[in-house]
């Protein structure tokens, strides 16, 4: 179980918590307010940071993730009239790669550093191609251990030929909600289709799981459903090896998953996957949870 972290220091803080490291570094909030790009020297000072309050722990840093719902100022970029759907994430590469590399030489001075060796991985990876361009970008850098998000479905569809690529992969379901379902995460007023219960998202998460599963490599989720006792379940049931989270949500999954086995967890799983439509693969899942942790986690009346 591991948290996502946002700046360097609320990723001081969480590391005084239990948990076994950070599954998101989500680097872009360290520059929110930034007019103008941070150097290779101040980010690899931020970054030293967060890998120093970690010690040996694990902590996997996503390169930026810039656009659409996480703007930028100091990313040249054009208007665009989908940028959920543009020049984001990854995709910066074609436009301004040097912030790329800057940022991956940053990570490797602060492992240098620190003696840690970070992961780290790159958002919105739509190919196997972009997976395979980013690993050599990333060892170019001297960084080790290599991995993409999975948030765009094309990535979940090809999983294995994505796997194939790198070290790991990490589940973004607040995008792969998003994409799959054809729904602005911005948009409150469409939560019953920007549901990761939604028997699509759950299929393509299953997928992605059982690929990792058949190569040997961890699949995270680092979305916001990992967040959820419930849904947490239904992902190690699928096979998910790590969940990442806000710290304050540790606690409630830790609990629910210590009171399953990995058999119960494969049941419940299967109890969601099966379900036609999201209300009810959430109901069929909590049907199964054990009574203590229903009663304690308050499912009942939820
Ligand atoms: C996600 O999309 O699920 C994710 C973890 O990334 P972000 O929410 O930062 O886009
Ligand atoms: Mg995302």
Redesign the pocket.
């Known amino acids: 179980l591991l948290a996502n972290v946002g700046d360097v220091a609320s990723g001081v803080s969480a590391a005084a918590t239990a948990v076994e490291g950070v599954g998101?570094l989500?680097t872009e909030v360290l520059f929110l307010d930034r007019r103008s790009a941070p150097t290779l020297e101040e980010q690899a000072a931020a970054y030293a940071e967060v890998l120093r309050a970690f010690g040996g722990r694990k902590v996997v840093v996503r390169t930026l993730?810039a656009g659409a719902?996480?703007p930028l100022a100091f990313v040249p970029h054009e208007a665009e009239e989908n940028p959920a759907l543009g020049v984001r994430g990854y995709r910066l590469v074609r436009t301004a790669p040097e912030l790329l590399d800057t940022q991956l030489a940053a990570l490797a001075e602060a492992a240098r550093r620190t003696g840690a060796e970070p992961w780290v991985m790159a958002?919105m990876i739509a190919t196997p191609a972009e997976a395979a361009q980013f690993r050599e970008r990333a060892r170019a850098a001297g960084l080790t251990t290599v991995g993409v998000?999975v948030?765009v479905p094309s990535a979940a569809l090809q999983a294995a030929e994505v796997l194939a690529e790198v070290d790991f992969v990490s589940l973004?379901?607040?995008?792969?909600a998003q994409y799959t379902m054809a729904t602005d995460r911005l948009r409150g007023s469409l939560d019953d289709l920007l549901d990761p219960w939604q028997p699509a998202v759950l299929a393509l998460v299953a997928r992605t799981a059982a690929a990792g599963a058949a190569a040997g490599r961890p699949v995270g989720v680092?979305?916001?459903s990992a967040a959820d006792p419930v849904m947490a379940l239904v992902l190690a049931g699928l096979g998910v090896t790590s969940l990442s989270m806000a710290p304050s949500a540790v606690p409630a999954v830790r609990f629910a998953l210590r009171r399953h086995t990995r058999a119960a967890t494969e049941e419940i799983a299967r109890a969601a996957t099966s379900a036609p439509d999201a209300g009810r693969a959430r109901a069929a899942a909590t049907a199964l949870v054990a009574p203590d942790v229903r009663e304690v986690l308050g499912l009942d009346g939820a």
């Not at 973004?172 to 792969?176: A, M, S």
């Open positions: 998101l989500r993730d719902d996480k958002p998000m948030e973004g379901t607040n995008d792969l680092c979305g916001e």
